[in-house]
């Protein structure tokens, strides 16, 4: 009896990070708005130009391309729409106040919104790995599907420290539209609908200032598509952008 309760303080932390997380997940799960479009808009623009128009099974290098591309697009939606909005949703309200003044881990709140943010990706990434090998006639071995797997979970970081950073700068009304801004033009300019060679030389310049560009980067050599590009430097450049962002937001609550 004595060693359970001794057992619970310890135990007590671990159990209050689950359950937020838990509760994040099913928040955003009951949520149309934010489920049906951030898991179907990847899905159904990869089914559209990777099988149809990249030519079904005949359509290989196509269809690899895009499966790397739009698992990029469809973790940035997720990780700059689930933190941006609710964040600044939850200030609106008052919840974050709410929360600073419950008997919680102070760092719960945010890695519940990033398990969410790995969650979704991790649904995302099955669903186009379901259309490729099923539809689409992509064939990569179980280390590639499994690296690929592992950069579109990991990758949901970078985004989903931009998207706090907007959370602590918009009101909830306003962050859909100011994310939309951002989120819908980095994709186009990093060559995630494109490739940059079918695009002005202009933008292949400008390619490296987004993230997206070297996540997509990463993602594309894991299945066969190298740019020549140093994977060490594309890390580099991913945890920078991460932790400046997250410092930022960081100003932001704390001010």
């Given at each position: 009896m004595m060693d359970a309760i001794a057992s619970r303080p310890s135990a007590a932390p671990w159990r209050a990070y689950a359950l937020e997380a838990r509760y994040e997940f099913l928040r955003l799960l009951r949520t149309p708005s934010f489920a049906l479009p951030t898991l179907?808009?990847?899905?159904?623009?990869?089914?559209?130009?990777?099988?149809?128009?990249?030519?079904?099974?005949?359509?290989?290098d196509a269809a690899r391309y895009l499966l790397a591309t739009y698992g990029v697009f469809g973790i940035m939606g997720v990780s700059l729409f689930g933190f941006g909005v609710t964040?600044?949703?939850?200030?609106?309200?008052?919840?974050?106040?709410l929360k600073r003044a419950l008997p919680m881990p102070p760092g719960a709140y945010l890695l519940a919104k990033t398990a969410m943010a790995m969650l979704f990706a991790t649904a995302i990434s099955l669903m186009?790995?379901?259309?490729?090998?099923?539809?689409?006639?992509?064939?990569?071995?179980?280390?590639?599907?499994?690296?690929?797997w592992l950069v579109n979970?990991?990758?949901v970081l970078p985004f989903c420290a931009l998207g706090l950073w907007i959370g602590t700068l918009c009101t909830g009304s306003a962050s859909p539209a100011v994310i939309n801004l951002i989120y819908l033009p980095m994709a186009f300019l990093s060559g995630l609908w494109l490739p940059l060679a079918m695009l002005p030389d202009i933008f292949?310049?400008?390619?490296?200032?987004?993230?997206?560009?070297?996540l997509a980067q990463i993602a594309l050599e894991v299945v066969g598509h190298d740019a020549g590009g140093a994977l060490g430097m594309h890390v580099a450049?991913?945890?920078?952008?991460?932790?400046?962002?997250?410092?930022?937001?960081?100003?932001?609550?704390?001010a």
């Open positions: 179907l808009f990847p899905n159904v623009f990869y089914l559209l130009f990777g099988v149809l128009l990249g030519g079904g099974r005949g359509g290989g964040v600044a949703m939850d200030r609106d309200q008052g919840l974050l106040t186009l790995a379901l259309l490729a090998s099923t539809l689409a006639g992509v064939h990569l071995s179980p280390a590639q599907w499994g690296l690929l979970v990991a990758g292949a310049r400008l390619a490296p200032v987004w993230p997206s560009h070297h450049v991913l945890l920078a952008f991460s932790a400046v962002f997250f410092f930022l937001a960081h100003r932001r609550l704390a």
